[in-house]
T-cell receptor, first 114, second 110 residues
Framework: EPEVTQTPSHQVTQMGQEVILRCVPI?????FYWYRQILGQKVEFLVS????????KSEIFDDQFSVERPDGSNFTLKIRSTKLEDSAMYFC????????????FGPGTRLTVT | GESVGLHLPTLSVQEGDNSIINCAYS??????FIWYKQESGKGPQFIID?????DKRQGQRVTVLLNKTVKHLSLQIAATQPGDSAVYFC?????????FGDGTTLTVKP
């Protein structure tokens, strides 16, 4: 069964450094998403991406964040200058269509900012 | 503002019993709702969804009920099994943006 994959599984970085989290969505999916989950808290929507552009983003997704689909398979989330409060699990998801279509989540990348 | 909450943070049931997990939401403009299951160390997994023009939807062993009058959503799991042990949370979608609830930890006792 096709699945969403994410790398790395755990990323440790120092405050102020740039990180890139990588995702490979399911191959025939057209919509891509990033979410984060701070330890012990609820999942939070960050951004949705379709047709090579951002379709929706939350208040969390400020200028420090960017997303890119650099080729036909990868979908990346970049945090330019990490802060301690960026420490969280970051989940990528993909779906065949927009609202109303099931989103398939990856296993997540645990980001630890020290 | 938007908020999605669950009534109970934990629920413990006996194997074979039915489970009911509840969720209250506040945004009356929500047009779509999803229940997710999250096992330890894994990403959320879609269980069942429901559109705002419906009040009930059934899947395999799961049923979602939507009461728009009181802005309440519930997930019923029939004949709960040990493999159902996980965190369950609801999400409401408005204009393509998802807002998630805190989660209820379901523990199934053998």
């Amino acid at each position: 069964e096709p699945e969403v994959t994410q790398t790395p599984s755990h990323q440790v970085t120092q405050m102020g450094q740039e990180v890139i989290l990588r995702c490979v969505p399911i191959s025939n999916h057209l919509y891509f998403y990033w979410y984060r989950q701070i330890l012990g808290q609820k999942v939070e929507f960050l951004v949705s991406f379709y047709n090579n552009e951002i379709s929706e983003k939350s208040e969390i997704f400020d200028d420090q964040f960017s997303v890119e689909r650099p080729d036909g398979s990868n979908f990346t989330l970049k945090i330019r200058s990490t802060k301690l409060e960026d420490s969280a699990m970051y989940f990528c998801a993909s779906s065949e269509g927009g609202a109303g279509y099931e989103q398939y989540f990856g296993p997540g990348t645990r980001l630890t900012v020290t | 503002g938007e908020s999605v909450g669950l009534h109970l943070p934990t629920l413990s049931v006996q194997e074979g019993d039915n489970s009911i997990i509840n969720c209250a939401y506040s945004n009356s403009a929500s047009d779509y709702f999803i229940w997710y299951k999250q096992e330890s160390g894994k990403g959320p997994q879609f269980i069942i969804d429901i559109r705002s023009n419906m009040d009930k939807r059934q899947g395999q062993r799961v049923t979602v009920l939507l009461n728009k009058t009181v802005k309440h959503l519930s997930l019923q799991i029939a004949a709960t099994q040990p493999g159902d042990s996980a965190v369950y949370f609801c999400a409401e979608i408005v204009n393509g943006k998802s807002t998630f609830g805190d989660g209820t930890t379901l523990t199934v006792k053998p």
